[in-house]
């Protein structure tokens, strides 16, 4: 029964394993066996993930800053993009977990993101880099796509901006809310160093900074 379930798996993913142990490590949840599981494996997978991603959006965004890459790779990686993954090739059918991980809920999504990575820890022992590679662009590709349309808010922008150059943070002001209840407007100051201090408005203290945080990088032109 478990070589039918490992066959359906390698078919899915076009990849049959030399060491079919190593795929069953990397399908092994440390609930169902603490001392042979998939912990190592996912720790190797997450690198190579990285290290094929980043090189990924260097190749495709030749002359992005540093800034929005970053957040491209962090939409690229993180727990609910490998979870998307994860469920579209099935993985929690083949996924061995204990009886106290069976429920698939919430906690489901680490585990199968997780394992997500596992199995790429996996590929990349078993099948070396390359076909580790053309599993990941395949799986990432429509991610990948809609990468481009990733905007960086004024803030972070803003943020990124002043760490990299003076190595401090933005300095936000807050100022008393005016209007009535149901339609407040407040008003946000920010200023970094050897800047002036720049006001923006907004119908939360949230947009309010926002809007301060566009000014200035409007006027630094960054």
């Known amino acids: 029964m478990k070589n039918k379930k490992f066959l359906s798996l390698e078919k899915v993913i076009g990849i049959s394993f030399n060491d079919k142990e190593t795929l069953i490590k990397c399908l092994t949840h440390k609930s169902y066996n603490n001392n042979n599981n998939n912990e190592k494996l996912e720790f190797l997978g997450d690198r190579v993930l990285g290290l094929v991603l980043s090189n990924a959006l260097l190749k495709i965004y030749p002359n992005e800053k540093e800034g929005i890459l970053d957040k491209k790779f962090a939409n690229l990686v ?42 790429i820890g996996a590929i990349f022992l ?41 190595k401090q943070l ?5 100022f ?3 209007g009535p209840k149901h339609q407040p407007t407040f008003k946000a100051e920010v200023q970094i160093k050897n800047s002036k201090k720049y006001l923006g408005i907004g119908g939360s203290k949230k947009i309010a900074e926002q809007n301060a945080a566009k000014k200035l990088i409007n006027d630094l032109k960054i």
């Open 78 to 119: 993180n727990k609910k993009t490998c979870y998307q993954i994860s469920k579209k090739i099935g993985l929690d059918k083949y996924i061995f977990v204990g009886d106290s991980q069976k429920k698939l809920d919430k906690k489901n999504e680490k585990i199968l993101s997780d394992g997500l990575e596992a199995l």
């Open 126 to 166: 078993d099948q070396g880099l390359e076909i580790a590679e053309k599993f990941i662009k395949k799986n990432w590709k429509e991610f990948l796509i809609k990468s481009n349309i990733t905007i960086i808010d004024s803030k972070t922008m803003l943020q990124e901006y002043s760490l990299k150059r003076y």
């Open 170 to 174: 933005p300095n936000y002001k807050i």
């Open 176 to 178: 008393k809310q005016s």
